[in-house]
């Protein structure tokens, strides 16, 4: 379903070989988060992600994990993109930028995103060790290069520096969820307009 101005919300399916994912969103939530993909870290990351962007997020995803966890967090991603974008709608009155430094312990990460329609992914965050138990963090980028394909967003996610890779793939999806707050998030002084000079996003 896609948005109104008053309910930014979405929910959005999708079947493959490999995945089977339902995915509900509600940008102006208060961060509540219901989260089951079979692959525990990404459950945690999620669940995160809408809690320092208060989405309501319900995603429900069963995959093909006896692979490996590639295929769920790509679709994951993918789903996550498109549910923004249909949960924005025309997009007219938001901010569209949005951007955020997210400290944890010894990593920052900066995160800056547009969601003014063209996908590009910008990633420099990997870490000198790449796994969490046995969840290779480079799956974030795949997460993310899913995320802005979908969406249609400008994405750029920087490690500034850092070690430990939980706290790397966790300042990553802390400062996605502050950065797409403020990019999602309706400007009072032009909230009849759209924020382009072409006419369209």
């Given amino acids: 379903m896609a948005s109104s101005s008053t309910q930014r919300v979405a929910t959005v399916s999708r079947q493959t070989a490999e995945t089977d994912i339902v995915l509900s969103l509600a940008i102006d939530g208060r961060g509540a988060g219901k989260i089951d993909t079979g692959v525990a ?14 989405f309501d997020l319900t995603v429900k995803a069963k995959g093909d994990t006896d692979v490996d966890y590639h295929h769920t967090v790509e679709d994951v991603g993918l789903v996550l ?5 249909e949960a924005l709608g025309g997009k007219v009155g ?14 920052l990460v900066r ?5 003014g329609g063209r996908p590009h992914l910008v990633y ?3 870490a000198p060790t790449m796994f969490v138990r046995d969840f290779n963090i480079i799956l974030v980028k795949e997460f993310c290069r899913a995320f802005s394909n979908t969406l249609g967003a400008n994405l750029h996610v920087a ?9 790397v793939a966790e300042a990553v999806f802390k400062g996605l969820a502050r950065a797409l707050d403020m990019a999602t998030q309706i400007e009072p002084r032009a ?3 759209l ?6 996003l």
């Fill in 191 to 193: 909230a009849d307009l």
């Fill in 124 to 126: 420099e965050a990997g």
């Fill in 159 to 167: 490690l500034i520096y850092g070690e430990e890779p939980h706290h």
């Fill in 195 to 200: 924020p382009s000079t072409k006419g369209k």
């Fill in 41 to 54: 870290f990404l459950d945690h990351m999620l669940a995160l992600f809408a809690k320092h962007g208060l």
């Fill in 94 to 107: 938001i901010k569209r930028y949005g951007f955020f430094l997210l400290p944890m312990d010894e990593a």
């Fill in 81 to 85: 993109g498109q549910a923004f974008k």
């Fill in 111 to 115: 995160v800056v995103v547009d969601v």
